[in-house]
């Protein structure tokens, strides 16, 4: 069974100060890799995914995330934070071949300070 | 497009009473799923269906039915609503033609006393 971890369930950063936030995956195949990004008292939406290919991935909103498989991680990073970039941001994984299921981690919520 | 919608946004139910919370989606995508979300928790799949007439169980299916009679529609039933199943509901759907990106919609929030 593949799981998500994602460490710090509450990150703080300065208004134009780095955004990194971490998700580790454990299983035995690289899975398909996802973050999704939720703003207040709504659904989620797809920030960006990994399936094959270049391991860097941009996204929407200046995002972009890097799938290292030795260290089974896909970090998200943002170079400049701005306050619209409060939210709350899950890593999600799905297993290649799967019925296209998500497992998804237990979030971070990125607070943005100005 | 409306893209995937859920209604209601809130209800609230008293113990042992019983619902369907309403989701429906318009982008004629196959694979559809109920997700709960609770604090901390991230989303964890209830119920999914990859298509009219086939659902199955996800990872807390108990307390919870589905059915799947249209492409366009997957409603949840919870029978006997418990203090448990006080959560956010989010349904998904999508196509498989690109691959695993799930579109949500708004939630519906219960809380059951």
């Known amino acids: 069974a593949q799981s998500v971890t994602q460490l710090g369930s509450h990150v703080s950063v300065s208004e134009g100060a780095l955004v990194l936030l971490r998700c580790n995956y454990s299983?035995?195949?690289?899975?398909?890799l996802f973050w999704y990004v939720q703003y207040p008292n709504q659904g989620l939406q797809l920030l960006l995914k990994?399936?094959?290919?270049?391991?860097l991935v941009k996204g929407i909103n200046g995002f972009e995330a890097e799938f290292k498989k030795s260290e089974t991680s896909f970090h998200l990073t943002k170079p400049s934070a701005h306050m619209s970039d409060a939210a709350e941001y899950f890593c999600?994984?799905?297993?290649?071949?799967?019925?296209?299921?998500?497992?998804f981690g237990s979030g971070t919520q990125l607070t943005v300070l100005p | 497009n409306a893209g995937v919608t859920q209604t209601p946004k809130f209800r609230i139910l008293k113990i042992g009473q019983s619902m369907t919370l309403q989701c429906t989606q318009d982008?004629?995508?196959?694979?559809m799923y109920w997700y709960r979300q609770d604090p901390g928790m991230g989303l964890k799949l209830i119920y999914y269906?990859?298509?009219?007439?086939?659902?199955d169980k996800g990872e807390v299916p108990n307390g919870y039915n589905v059915s799947r009679s249209t492409t366009e529609d997957f409603p949840l039933r919870l029978e006997l609503a418990a203090p448990s199943q006080t959560s956010v509901y989010f349904c998904?759907?999508?196509?498989?033609?690109?691959?695993?990106?799930?579109?949500f919609g708004p939630g519906t929030r219960l809380t059951v006393t």
């Open positions: 998904a759907s999508t196509s498989g033609s690109v691959i695993y990106e799930q579109y």
């Open positions: 299983s035995s195949v690289p899975p398909y």
């Open positions: 990994y399936t094959t290919g270049a391991t």
């Open positions: 999600a994984v799905s297993p290649r071949g799967s019925a296209r299921q998500l497992t």
């Open positions: 982008m004629n995508h196959n694979y």
């Open positions: 269906s990859v298509g009219a007439g086939i659902t």
